[in-house]
């Protein structure tokens, strides 16, 4: 009786050792990227867990720097990486360059091809005044329903192009992925391409033109989520990104962070 309860109490022991081995293995596998490279389409996505903590993101950091591509840069220190993202100009841009210009803040922008034709002045304000113009695609599809190398290609080098036609100057090779569609294969291609993919740590719900939020609704949203090294996306063309810049980076600043751009996140991991 006695060896049959050690044999039973023995093989719970195994089992649970077993489950437990499975779980760790697929919690593993939601969080980082297998080795080799797939299609699967993947939606970058957060999870926040803990208030002044980098979110989860649902490809890890670790998986996602075999690629050269970041979502957080260093945590180590109270630092923000502010970037905007732009499909067109909605005239709150102005707005947000004076703010930045104020608080001596340095911002990447993500444009696609119709806001450099159409906006070249304000692209060239960017550049004069220090922050770095990142490529969105030159058409802003779902770049993850791209799997051909040529197309892919054609996407991030016709804005290329674009760009150094209007600024005279070869663009910084930063690729958002429109929408943060993207799958591993399309990491792969902007890798031998020579981009580092940028993601993002924090960001809210801001690019409706007509449901902007309000002051206190973005404020809820960006200022509990703010954590060492978060890589901050917001969308220049927000009437209330443009009201509530100035008051955000004060905040901020209190909180003691210090801004960078995102050039120096990869010479940090």
Aim: net charge negative.
């Amino acid at each position: 009786m006695i060896i049959y309860i050690k044999k039973k109490t023995a093989g719970i022991v195994v089992g649970f050792a077993f489950l437990l081995f499975v779980g760790l293995f697929l919690y593993e596998a939601m969080f980082n990227f297998s080795v080799s490279v797939s299609t699967e389409i993947s939606n970058w996505g957060l999870s926040f867990r803990e208030e002044g903590k980098a979110p989860v993101g649902n490809a890890s950091a670790k998986a996602l720097k075999e690629y050269n591509a970041y979502y957080v840069g260093d945590d180590s220190e109270k630092v923000i990486y502010l970037t905007f993202d732009a499909g067109f100009e909605n005239g709150h841009t102005s707005k947000i360059l004076d703010t930045l210009k104020k608080h001596d803040v340095k911002a990447t922008f993500f444009l696609v091809g119709h806001y450099i034709e159409q906006e070249p002045q304000l692209v060239m304000r960017m550049l004069e005044e220090g922050h770095i113009v990142g490529n969105h695609t030159f058409n802003h599809p779902d770049m993850s329903k791209i799997s051909d190398m040529e197309a892919f290609k054609k996407e991030l080098v016709s804005l290329e192009e674009l760009y150094k036609q209007v600024t005279g100057r070869d663009m910084q090779k930063y690729y958002r992925p429109p929408q943060g569609k993207f799958n591993e294969n399309n990491l792969s291609m902007a890798k031998d391409l020579g981009y580092k993919t940028i993601f993002w740590s924090l960001a809210y719900v801001d690019w409706y033109n007509d449901k902007q939020p309000t002051k206190e609704q973005a404020f809820s949203k960006l200022l509990p989520r703010i954590h060492p090294g978060a890589v901050v996306l917001l969308h220049s063309t927000s009437k209330t990104n443009a009201e509530i810049l100035d008051e955000l980076l004060t905040k901020w600043k209190e909180d003691g962070y210090i801004f960078k751009n995102i050039d120096s996140i990869t010479a940090e991991q």
